[in-house]
């Protein structure tokens, strides 16, 4: 018997909760995409180090060619 939640779709994280923007002045604003900006350079960067130790890992597993 399986349970009834396993086949419902997983929630997603919601990791960042935006303000409200119509608060934010423009100066407020420009510094909110300054951050943004900072932030998703330092998940491209986690993104590109996962990616190469993926691929270390890869390459380290690979089956050696039949000779």
Do not use: C
């Amino acid at each position: 018997m399986t349970n009834s939640d396993e086949d419902l779709p997983r929630p997603t994280k919601k990791l960042l909760l935006p303000p409200p923007l119509d608060l934010l002045g423009v100066e407020e604003l420009e510094a909110y995409i300054a951050d943004l900006e900072a932030e998703i350079l330092r998940v491209r960067q986690a993104i590109g180090a996962k990616q190469a130790h993926r691929n270390a890992a890869a390459a380290f597993f690979k089956t050696p060619p039949q000779g």
